[in-house]
């Protein structure tokens, strides 16, 4: 019982954080994609600032695509692989690459959003999903 309600928290999350997360992907992509400026720069991210427009966009719309079809029931290993790929992205360019903090909050804020991260990746595999019993 205990272990089904952690299942679901955790699944919820895990639609939630990528659900929040492709949306400001889109919104920062299409702010960037709208203004006169041609390079966006976020320097934690692996992509070209020429490029970055259109892989936040990419991103972003191939994330809420995700979501959406783990919340239908379909395909939920897209989900999880998308999660993974998002924290694995999230942990090189935070703490693997040559990026650089501010101020120490700063680097304690990624270290949060790392963690939200690695959650919603557990949150997201498949097995933790209930499906047929197998008899």
């Known amino acids: 019982m205990r272990l ?4 679901h928290v955790l699944r919820g999350y895990s639609y939630v954080f990528e659900g929040i997360l ?3 992907a889109i919104g920062v992509g299409s702010l960037a994609a709208l203004s006169s400026n041609a390079a966006l720069h976020i320097g934690w991210l692996p992509f070209d600032d020429h490029r970055v427009t259109g892989w936040l966009l990419g991103l972003g719309i191939a994330g809420l695509l995700c979501v959406l079809l783990a919340l239908l029931g379909r395909f939920r290993i897209l989900l999880f692989l998308f999660a993974l790929s ?3 992205i999230l942990i090189k360019g935070l703490f693997l690459g040559s990026y650089t903090y501010a101020a120490p ?3 304690k804020n990624a270290a949060y959003m790392v963690a939200g991260s690695l959650l919603a990746v557990l949150g997201s595999i498949p097995q933790m999903v209930p499906g047929r019993s197998r008899r």
Do not use: K, N, P, T
């Open 22 to 24: 492709s949306l400001m």
């Open 105 to 107: 909050g700063d680097a």
């Open 86 to 88: 998002i924290a694995v």
């Open 4 to 7: 089904a309600f952690v299942r």
